[in-house]
């Protein structure tokens, strides 16, 4: 089964308030990110159970509000621009090269963020994971600071039987550069912007 995996970079405001867990921001984002929003019954319905408890903490009266915009009027709205990096399935080669194991760590590290760790919202199969603008910075660093002899030393396709999507040739290793530079670049972009970052496997 393939699976691959995408980075968003959010706003350093759309960051803080899905850390409060705002659920409008949990909706918005979503529908923002994946244009995948069903139609209005099943939206109603897939939001109160994606916010489960915390929906007992909604303003209600805001939900009935006169003067709250039509349906579809709100989604007419100009997206936020946004860097986006799809990795693919390049993903998981990544993680095993930068980390040197094919799982996370328990608990996860911040290094093992392609894979696990971070924040969750759920929502159906896949949900997606946050990082604050802070742990972003810090992690371009890190990526930074890996050196080109790090993909000669561990990419070994003969010891990468567990890695997705495990058929792993010799020549994978220009691809697996390749998306490493892109995500280099992607993540100093967003820690240059202060901006967080969402991530989703698929």
């Not at 850390?19 to 923002?32: A, D, G, I, S, V």
């Not at 990096?85 to 963020?113: K, M, N, Q, R, S």
Request: glycine share 6%.
């Amino acid at each position: 089964m393939s699976i691959t995996c995408t980075l968003y970079e959010i706003l350093a405001e759309e960051a803080r308030l899905l850390e409060e867990k705002n659920p409008e921001q949990y909706y918005r984002l979503r529908r923002e990110l994946q244009g995948d929003v069903p139609d209005e019954d099943e939206a109603y319905v897939g939001l109160l159970s994606l916010m489960r408890v915390m929906f007992l903490n909604l303003d209600m009266d805001s939900l009935f509000d006169p003067d709250a915009p039509e349906p579809g009027e709100e989604n007419s709205r100009e997206a936020t621009p946004r860097e986006i990096c799809e990795l693919g399935e390049a993903w998981h080669g990544l993680h095993y090269i930068v980390t040197g194991d094919d799982l996370p760590a328990h608990p996860p590290e911040l290094l093992d963020f392609l894979q696990e760790g971070g924040d969750h919202w759920d929502w159906g199969e896949h949900g997606y994971r946050f990082y604050r603008p802070e742990e972003v910075h810090e992690l371009s660093g890190i990526l930074n600071a890996i050196p080109a002899i790090l993909f000669k030393e561990r990419f070994q396709p003969a010891l990468m039987q567990e890695v997705h999507p495990k058929n792993w040739e010799t020549e994978d290793l220009e691809w697996l550069v390749e998306s490493f530079v892109s995500l280099r670049t992607f993540m100093q972009h967003c820690a240059e912007n202060q901006s967080g970052l969402v991530i989703t496997l698929k």
